[in-house]
T-cell receptor, first 116, second 119 residues
Framework: AQKITQTQPGMFVQEKEAVTLDCTYD???????LFWYKQPSSGEMIFLIY??????QNATEGRYSLNFQKARKSANLVISASQLGDSAMYFC?????????????FGTGTQLKVEL | GAGVSQTPSNKVTEKGKYVELRCDPI?????LYWYRQSLGQGPEFLIY????????DSGLPNDRFFAVRPEGSVSTLKIQRTERGDSAVYLC?????????????????FGPGTRLTVL
C-alpha cells in the first residue's frame, strides 16, 4: 500500500524567506507521481507542482521547487521568497501505481503561516 | 476556462436522510474523482470514473454510498441513510485522461467541495 507522511503539522516563516515542507513516501512500485497541493482557508485544492518518478531533474514552478531524493523516498516542497498569500495548508500526494488506478494518496498536511 | 464546479457548496441534513452531491468537471476531462476530507485530514479517495464507468470504487466506505456519471460528464455522489460520521467536505476532481502513466498532463484539478453536515 502507498503511504505519504508529512511530519510537520505547522510551520512558520517570515515574509521573503524560504521554507521547506517535508514529505516522505512509501511505495514498492517503480512508477509513480508526486504532487503538492495548496489548500487556503477557502477550501479549494490548488495544484502547485508535479514530479514523476523517472524525471531526472527536480521540478520547478515559479517560486515552488521540489527537492526530490528518490533513494530517501522524499519529495520536499521548497517555497522561495514567501508571501503572506502563501499562508495555507499544504498537502503532498502520490499517484500510482501504474495499472492500479489513478487515485491520489494524500498526507495529513502542513499548515504554513507566513509572518511579517 | 471554467474549473470544476460542485453544488451545493453546503448541505445540512438530518441523520437518516438521503443526499445528492453534484460535480461538473472541466470540459473535455474524461476522468472524474470523488474524495472525502474530514476535519484536520488529507482527502481520502472514494471513487474514480473513466468516462461513464466506475473504474475504481474501492474507496467507497459502504453500500450507502453510490456515484453515477451517466453521460460521461456530470457526476452525482449519492449517500443513503446518512450518519453523523458522514459529515465532511466532499471534493470532486477531474483530469484529462485518467491514466497513472499520464504524467503531469494528467494532473487532477479540484473543485471547491461540498461541506456536508449531518445533524
Amino acid at each position: 500500500a502507498q503511504k505519504i507522511t508529512q511530519t510537520q503539522p505547522g510551520m512558520f516563516v517570515q515574509e521573503k524567506e524560504a521554507v521547506t515542507l517535508d514529505c516522505t513516501y512509501d511505495t514498492s512500485d517503480p512508477s509513480y507521481g508526486l504532487f503538492w497541493y495548496k489548500q487556503p482557508s477557502s477550501g479549494e485544492m490548488i495544484f502547485l507542482i508535479y514530479q514523476g518518478s523517472y524525471d531526472q531533474q527536480n521540478a520547478t514552478e515559479g517560486r515552488y521547487s521540489l527537492n526530490f531524493q528518490k533513494a530517501r523516498k522524499s519529495a520536499n516542497l521548497v517555497i522561495s521568497a514567501s508571501q503572506l498569500g502563501d499562508s495555507a495548508m499544504y498537502f503532498c500526494a502520490m499517484r500510482g501505481p501504474a495499472g492500479g488506478g489513478n487515485k491520489l494518496t494524500f498526507g495529513t498536511g502542513t499548515q504554513l503561516k507566513v509572518e511579517l | 476556462g471554467a474549473g470544476v464546479s460542485q453544488t451545493p457548496s453546503n448541505k445540512v441534513t438530518e441523520k437518516g436522510k438521503y443526499v445528492e452531491l453534484r460535480c461538473d468537471p472541466i470540459s473535455g476531462h474524461t476522468a472524474l474523482y470523488w474524495y472525502r476530507q474530514s476535519l484536520g485530514q488529507g482527502p481520502e479517495f472514494l471513487i474514480y470514473f473513466q468516462g461513464t464507468g466506475a473504474a475504481d470504487d474501492s474507496g467507497l466506505p459502504n453500500d450507502r454510498f453510490f456515484a453515477v456519471r451517466p453521460e460521461g460528464s456530470v457526476s452525482t455522489l449519492k449517500i443513503q441513510r446518512t450518519e453523523r460520521g458522514d459529515s465532511a467536505v466532499y471534493l470532486c476532481a477531474s483530469s484529462l485522461k485518467g491514466t497513472a502513466a499520464g504524467g503531469i498532463t494528467d494532473t487532477q484539478y479540484f473543485g471547491p467541495g461540498t461541506r456536508l453536515t449531518v445533524l
